[in-house]
Structures are given as structure tokens and as C-alpha cells.
């Protein structure tokens, strides 16, 4: 089983930047891709963005040009991979709980994964 912990959210003012961290742990050896998703207040949690472990990232629509992943998939001594989200010229909208997540590619674009974080709140707001 992965356990997994976000980290980095908080209250930023419109325009203003973050960068989310997530670290993934345990069964991490069959993990392909993360992703980070959010949810907001009365809405179905949404994939924001993905990066597989070539690489190849993903973003919705809503986000693209504004938000960034990243991953450090090096499975270092401590058995841990790490995925960023930075995210720059935020917006009211934009306001949710995050969560990141890790398993294959199909799992991740589908969202249909048992086990998440307690996730992390960001809320944009002057």
C-alpha cells in the first residue's frame, strides 16, 4: 500500500505563487505516474496534472500555462518519490483541497485509487 503526504498549501493572494510537495511511500515500486488533483467546496474532486515516470506531463485546461509538476522518481535509500506542484498566477478559482496520488497511468488519469492523503488547502483570496 502507498502512503502518501501533501505539504505546501496555504492562503496566497491572487496573482501570487505556491508549490505543493508530495511524498509517496510503501509500495512505491509498481508506481508509474502521480498526479495531483483538487477539490473544492461542492464539486467532484479533478485531475489538475500528471507526470509519468518518463516524464511526460498532463495538465487541465484550466491550469495550463500556470501550473507546473515535477518529480524526483530516484526511489532513493529511503524508498520515497516526490512530486511538486508549483503553481504561479493564481486565481480565486483555484481555491481547493489538494491531493496528490501514485499508481499507474490509467489509475492516475481516472482518479479510481483507494488510499490518498489528507491533502493540503489552498485558498486564493485578497
Known amino acids: 500500500q502507498v502512503q502518501l503526504v501533501e505539504s505546501g498549501g496555504g492562503l496566497v493572494q491572487p496573482g501570487g505563487s505556491l508549490r505543493l510537495s508530495c511524498t509517496a511511500s510503501g509500495s512505491i515500486v509498481s508506481v508509474n505516474a502521480m498526479g495531483w488533483y483538487r477539490q473544492s467546496a461542492g464539486k467532484q474532486r479533478e485531475l489538475v496534472a500528471s507526470?509519468?515516470?518518463?516524464?511526460?506531463?498532463?495538465?487541465?485546461?484550466?491550469v495550463k500555462g500556470r501550473f507546473t509538476i515535477s518529480r524526483d522518481n530516484a526511489k532513493n535509500a529511503k524508498n520515497t518519490d516526490t512530486a511538486y506542484l508549483q503553481m504561479n498566477n493564481l486565481k480565486p478559482e483555484d481555491t481547493a483541497v489538494y491531493y496528490c496520488?501514485?499508481?499507474?497511468?490509467?489509475?492516475?488519469?481516472?482518479?479510481?485509487?483507494?488510499?490518498w492523503g489528507q491533502g493540503t488547502l489552498v485558498n486564493v483570496s485578497s
Open positions: 507526470i509519468t515516470a518518463g516524464g511526460y506531463t498532463n495538465y487541465a485546461g484550466s
Open positions: 496520488n501514485a499508481g499507474s497511468d490509467y489509475e492516475i488519469v481516472m482518479g479510481n485509487l483507494e488510499v
